[in-house]
C-alpha cells in the first residue's frame, strides 16, 4: 500500500465554508475515483487553519490512474474552481507503511 497525505492550508475564515462544500460536492466525487479514504481532519494545535486527508494506493501507478480519472472529471474540476479559492498553500506526501505499521 501507498498512502497520500494532502495537507491544504485554509485561508483564515473559510475552515467552515470549505469543509461544508467538501463534504457536500467534494467527497462523493472523489471517493469515487480515488476510493479508500483512510482519514479526513482538522488541525487544533501548531498550524491552524489547515485540512489533512490520508488516502490509501495499491501502488503509485494505481495513484497515478485514479488521480488523472479525477482531474479529467469536468464536475471534479468545477469543484475546485469554487471552493479552491479558500486553499492558501497544498504539500503532498507518499509514504509507505513500515513492516510493522497497523495500515499496510
Known sequence: MLVEQRTY???????????HAYETEGLALQSAALGNLLGYFTTEVGELNCVVHLWGFDSYEDRQRRRSELSANPAWRAFLQKAGSAVKAQRNQLLNPTSFSPIR
Open 9 to 19: 492550508e485554509l485561508q483564515p475564515g473559510t475552515l467552515h465554508q470549505f469543509l
